[in-house]
């Protein structure tokens, strides 16, 4: 007779691993290390580890780095005319040419009291109250200092960050900024989506913090990561891409019945809230313009037509001047 300990010994999968950690925790107490290392081997387990922020990262070996910059901003709500920045976070850090980050140089943080209440749905995401930036108030000046160096800012969502930022720090409308939503092609990477916590959480990592220095860290470290089945970090396919000139084309007055195949061809719709055009646009890289108002012409308005074009780069791209 088979004695109960041996028989389960032999199970495989989630319980016999189960088993094992059991069996071997009464014997020789495992860490918590060793216990998720054991659960790893199994195809029945993925294990995320809390996310601890590092400023040392590759080394230079004597080559030269360039600067970057973090941002991230919490806000009253979503439309920078009428809403107000409540906690600016930044973190600067160097990186090689080939992308790869070396280390953290600085961080930045400061709370700003709005004009008006924090709202409720405000502070259950964010944390943030009003007691917290009672009293507090974000300098121009200082911020400006702080990113003097940097030679383009990163941010995950720079549509919304940058719209922000620039209203009350108006020396950030001069610089490169580089976007970690809009310009990885997450789904194409293998991702299939592109919001920090389900990125973290693919790189096997979790935070708990919704705060502007927390998730500037743990972008940092997506940042960090190599794509799959490509010899480049994530930092260097953004910032290759970043560089392109694109070509924003404005679908205006289209026929609304005609919406879906818009939406299907990737065009994304602009409410006209910011002073940009209410209006269907898309954007596509330089030289694909004419391909582009050619099926305007053909499928959408079937006639000749000149539609309202803009030419984008790093400096003017998710800018209020755009």
Same mark, same amino acid.
């Given at each position: 007779m +088979? ?7 032999? +199970? =495989?999968?989630?319980h016999g691993a189960? %088993?094992?950690?059991l069996t ?5 107490p ?7 290392a054991?659960?790893?081997q199994? @195809?029945?387990?993925?294990?995320l580890?809390? *996310?601890?922020?590092r400023s040392e990262f590759a080394t230079?070996?004597?080559e030269?780095? &360039?600067?970057a910059l973090l ?8 439309? @920078?005319?009428?809403?107000?920045i409540i906690?600016? #976070?930044?973190?600067? $850090?160097a990186? *090689? ?7 953290? *140089?600085?961080t $930045?943080?400061? $709370?700003n009291?709005p004009?008006? @209440?924090?709202?409720?749905?405000v502070?259950?995401?964010t944390?943030?109250t009003d007691e917290?930036?009672? #009293?507090?108030s974000l300098d121009?000046?200082r911020?400006?200092?702080f990113a003097?160096d940097?030679?383009?800012v ?5 549509a919304f960050?940058?719209? $922000?930022?620039e209203?009350?720090c108006p020396?950030?409308? +001069?610089r490169?900024?580089?976007?970690s939503?809009?310009?990885i092609?997450w789904r194409?990477?293998?991702f299939?989506?592109?919001r920090?916590?389900y990125?973290?959480? &693919?790189?096997g *990592?979790f935070h ?7 998730d500037c860290l743990?972008l /940092? ?5 190599q794509? @799959?089945?490509?010899?480049q970090t994530?930092? =260097?396919t953004?910032l290759e891409?970043a ?12 026929p609304f019945?005609?919406k879906?195949e818009l ?10 809230t910011?002073?940009?055009p209410?209006s269907?646009?898309?954007?596509v890289?330089?030289g694909?313009?004419n391909?582009?108002?050619? %099926?305007l012409? &053909? ?10 074009i803009? =030419? /984008?780069?790093a %400096?003017?791209?998710f800018?209020v001047?755009?």
């Open positions: +088979h004695s109960p300990i041996a028989s389960d010994r032999v +199970h =495989s999968g989630a189960r %088993f094992h950690l071997m925790n009464m014997t020789n495992l860490t918590l290390a060793e216990m998720a054991a659960l790893e199994s @195809p029945d387990y993925r294990v580890r809390r *996310l601890i922020p230079s070996n004597g030269a780095v &360039k600067t941002l991230d901003v919490e806000t009253t709500g979503l439309n @920078p005319a009428h809403d107000q906690e600016l #976070g930044m973190v600067k $850090f990186y *090689l040419p080939d992308g790869r980050t070396t280390r953290v *140089l600085d $930045f943080s400061c $709370f009291q004009s008006v @209440p924090i709202p409720a749905e502070t259950a995401l944390g943030i917290m930036v009672d #009293g507090h121009p000046d911020v400006a200092a003097a940097a030679v383009v990163i941010a995950h969502n720079a960050d940058r719209k $922000f930022i209203r009350c020396s950030f409308e +001069h490169a900024w580089a976007c939503v809009s310009e092609e194409n990477h293998g299939e989506g592109s920090l916590p990125l973290l959480m &693919k790189a *990592l708990e913090a919704h705060r502007a220095v927390d743990a /940092l470290e997506i940042l960090a990561l794509l @799959p089945h490509h010899n994530v930092r =260097s953004l891409r560089r392109r000139k694109t070509i924003r084309i404005w679908a205006e007055h289209s019945e005609l879906d939406k299907r061809r990737g065009y994304r719709w602009s409410d006209g910011d002073g940009r209410k269907w646009y898309i954007d890289d330089d694909d313009q391909a582009e108002i050619e %099926f012409q &053909k499928t959408i308005y079937l006639r000749e037509l000149e539609p309202r803009q =030419s /984008l780069t %400096f003017n791209r800018s001047r755009g």
